[in-house]
């Protein structure tokens, strides 16, 4: 008798966008559904000396729970943490996993925003969990604070935000903040913020402020991949009060055992200053070049297109003004372009496209191109 994989009680469904960038993301000639900023090499990274210490670096098990040099910079990005409330994981996928596997149960309700990152919402799925969803408004992408009152109650165990947002672009005001805290004192439920994009602002030169410390049951989240350009080392982290880093610590040790040791060591070159600092000016040049192809493109587009300007994050979330789902038109565009986009139904937003603009313009403005010659054939 032949035996499935997947016990019939198990709710477990695929990460759709992320199966349909790893399905098709070396397949085509341009990509720009990926959500970070364009990615670095080690070269720029190190000077000759960090480049010395790599090549001696043993391949040892490294410390389970984080270097403690890397675990105290990312401490130092969370006022009031110590190395002691870091975990250091295999990216922000990682944190994310082990928060809902520590914190879920069966029948527990977990509150997510869309459009959003879909990621909490399918684990929490997969491990028996009511997930319930509050609708951002299309028009600017606003939280509707009636309709969050009304979702997070005694029985919400997980609220997921993710600020600044991916793929809306846009980051909570203060006033959004404080009602999220507040909800989380009242209900009793915990907070997980994942906040890969905070240091991604276009304007000014405020960092979106951590969720970190607003709450004793808020857990952050953060990561090397998005703002830093470093996805590739996979080195994200987990901040939260100590008994709650030993509950994911003990979860991380099944799961990963620890983050790789090189990819610590690079992880430590970054965040170190004045390395952090130029890695986050780098960042914020290339998005602000980006967002201006992206948005002269669109005003090109003949109607076809809209977009609510993010305030943050590498991401565009483009409307598409044509009578197919955003799977047919991210279909037609790759196929008949060969460039990658991600379609909106994979993240809570028909009718949209994802594009990043953490590319170099010239590289974006042919992709976008490609994408202005399908449009009309489809409206
Ligand atoms: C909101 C959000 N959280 C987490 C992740 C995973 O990031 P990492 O590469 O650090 O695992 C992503 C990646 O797209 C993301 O957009």
Not at 49 to 65: A, C, F, H, K
Not at 94 to 113: I, K, S, T, Y
Not at 301 to 307: E, F, N, T, Y
Request: charged residues 25%; glycine residues 6%.
């Amino acid at each position: 008798m032949t035996r499935t994989l997947a016990p019939t009680a198990s709710r477990f469904v695929p990460f759709e966008q992320e199966v349909w960038q790893s399905r098709w993301e070396r397949s085509v000639e341009m990509n720009i559904a990926d959500s970070a900023v364009r990615h670095l090499s080690v070269h720029e990274l190190l000077d000759e000396d960090g480049i010395e210490r790599l090549m001696r670096l043993e391949l040892t098990y490294p410390e389970v729970n984080g270097t403690s040099e890397l675990r105290t910079l990312f401490a130092e990005l969370h006022p009031g943490a110590t190395p002691a409330n870091v975990l250091v994981t295999a990216g922000a996928a990682e944190a994310n996993c082990l928060v809902c596997q520590a914190l879920l149960r069966p029948g527990d309700e977990v509150v997510v925003f869309e459009p959003g990152y879909r990621q909490v919402r399918g684990v929490a799925e997969a491990l028996g969990a009511h997930v319930r969803v509050a609708a951002l408004d299309p028009s600017g992408w606003r939280l509707d604070l009636d309709e969050l009152k009304r979702l997070i109650t005694p029985a919400t165990r997980l609220v997921y935000v993710v600020n600044p947002n991916n793929p809306t672009g846009t980051v909570l005001s203060e006033e959004e903040r404080t009602a999220i805290v507040r909800l989380i004192d009242s209900s009793g439920a915990w907070l997980l913020a994942d906040e890969v994009y905070r240091g991604s602002e276009r304007e000014g030169d405020e960092e979106t402020p951590t969720f970190w410390s607003a709450h004793e049951r808020v857990i952050v989240v953060n990561s090397l991949s998005k703002v830093y350009g470093l996805c590739g080392l996979r080195i994200g982290c987990a901040v939260a009060q100590e008994p709650v880093v030993d509950e994911l610590w003990r979860r991380h040790e099944y799961l990963a055992i620890s983050a790789a040791g090189p990819s610590m060591m690079l992880a430590e070159a970054a965040l170190t200053q004045p390395m952090r600092t130029r890695l986050l000016d780098r960042q914020r040049a290339i998005l602000g070049r980006g967002w201006e192809v992206v948005s002269a493109w669109i005003s090109e587009q003949a109607g076809l297109v809209s977009v609510v300007a993010p305030a943050a994050t590498a991401v565009s979330l483009l409307r598409v003004h044509v009578p197919l789902s955003s799977m047919e038109v991210a279909d037609r565009i790759r196929t008949e372009e060969s460039v990658l986009v991600i379609p909106g139904d994979l993240m809570g937003a028909p009718g949209h496209l994802r594009v990043t603009h953490g590319f170099e313009p010239n590289y974006l403005r042919s992709a976008l191109d490609r994408i202005g010659s399908v449009l009309p054939r489809l409206a």
